[in-house]
């Protein structure tokens, strides 16, 4: 005989930590933590980005390695104290508590894939998110706590190894993952989560990132990537996904729709064919 949990609709739900459940980037925090500039760490890792040396997200993690300046600053120790000064969205434990069981019909199980160390982000979500649920770049320390080595980086595809690699081990379908990112990243992930019919959710309008995204919610609070979800997977209207967060005590009090068209414009270098015809 079937339980009623058989009869769920099971769907993995993986988040971007950096910005996207959190309004700091751990690498900011981290640097001015041992007393080096934030401008000092955008220099660097913009260094790396023009030079295209390593992934997208995976910066902070090559300069613990090799730059002289964090690598000499920075212990373990560091990283799980960053985690702590990094300031939170808002809900981020009753979203994961509204996905594993509150929705009729569905079930969520809510992850966390970052490209920041993983102690900074089980520290930040320490109490809110079971550490088994989080995924981020695993760092091999020595007996003082420096970095010596990186076992595994979730970033660009190594993000969508981690997230196949979960998707595997709870047998979720391709079309029941749905990812929530903010930024470039995000971008590997989101189009090969896209690929295979999955749902993405950008959290930024980062041009590179919304333009990928299924949906797109801007919010300040976790729980507004539930909205999509509730809209697009769980076919819900918005009077009964109203109903369903003030049912949780909470009223939504601002919920506008906008879509934006990005242009740019520059000068012309020759007159337009109308423009030569009217002369």
Known sequence: ????????????????????????????????????????????TGILSVQNFVQQGAELSYLLLHDSDLHARVRKEHL????KSIRL????????DLLAGAIEGFAFDFHVLSAAPQEVVESALEGLIPRDHIHGTQLRYDNSGRV???????????????????????????????????????????????QREGFTVAVSEARDIAQI???TVLSDDALSVLVPILEEIAGWNRPRIRNFFEEQGLLIQGWDKVQADWLTFQPSDQPTSRARADH
């Open 1 to 44: 005989m079937q339980t009623p949990a058989q009869f769920l609709k099971r769907y993995l739900v993986a988040s971007d930590f950096d910005q996207t459940l959190s309004f700091h980037d751990s690498g900011y925090v981290l640097s001015e933590m041992v007393g080096i500039p934030g401008k000092e760490f955008e220099r660097k």
């Open 80 to 83: 799980v104290r960053a985690g």
């Open 89 to 96: 969205k808002r809900n981020i434990q009753q979203l994961r």
């Open 148 to 194: 010596e080595g990186i076992i595994r980086v979730n970033a660009g595809y190594g993000k969508v190894t981690t997230l196949d690699d979960l998707q595997s081990l709870l047998q979720s379908g391709a079309d029941r993952v749905v990812y929530v990112g903010d930024g470039s990243s995000d971008v590997h992930v989101m189009l090969h989560v896209n």
């Open 213 to 215: 995204a299924r949906r």
